[in-house]
């Protein structure tokens, strides 16, 4: 027997962060009629950007990440803002964070980075003869040195675990799985 959709019974915000609400929602199961308790992380649509030079060259980025202590190899990206286009959020993150521009973003589609406990959708893009167009424009929490690494070496840094980031690994799967279509 297939699934079935759960009964929303009672759902509420709990409390707001700078990126994220947390909201608890109470539902009932259609195999037991049983209720639980759920919790939900709410956010904004996020964006991700390959940007790729003339010279095939990836822009990325590597910068600390707190969740887990370390130093991560990425492309460019970020939350979509309210009343924002997901191509022109993921323009504006690739020019904040590396200081290239491109004149179009071009799409991979998207997934749920974890549709169990969160509510929003990550879009990934490429963008292609990506330029060099001056500083960087980031926030304060930010601190994010530029790297060029060249396209031919991507699926080697996937492979070795020099790139673990499940949605930079997708973007690029979704960019390889296009370009050898």
């Known amino acids: 027997m297939a699934p079935k959709k759960w009964e929303i019974i009672a759902s509420g915000k709990n409390s707001g962060y700078r990126v ?29 950007i390959i940007p790729l030079t003339a010279q095939e060259e990836v822009v990325m ?23 924002e286009e997901p191509s022109a959020a993921a323009l504006r993150e690739m020019l904040e964070e590396t200081g290239y521009c491109a004149s179009t973003a071009m799409p991979l589609g998207f997934v749920h980075p974890n549709p169990a406990i969160q509510n929003n959708a990550c879009f990934s893009f490429w963008a292609r003869d990506v ?41 690029f799967y979704r960019f390889f799985a296009e370009r050898f279509r």
Not at 61 to 83: A, C, F, K, S
Request: overall charge negative; cysteine-free.
């Open 20 to 48: 994220f609400d947390l909201r608890t929602d109470t539902a009932r199961s259609p195999r037991t009629g049983n209720t639980h308790d759920f919790f939900i992380i709410e956010s904004p649509a996020w964006v991700n």
């Open 61 to 83: 980025i590597e910068q600390y990440r707190h969740g887990t202590r370390d130093i991560t190899l990425e492309i460019p990206g970020g939350m979509v803002e309210p009343n």
């Open 131 to 171: 330029l060099a167009a001056g500083k960087q424009t980031l926030d304060e929490r930010e601190d994010i040195q530029v790297v060029l690494k060249p396209l031919k070496e991507i699926p080697e840094l996937i492979r070795s675990g020099a790139i673990t980031h499940s949605l930079v690994i997708v973007a």
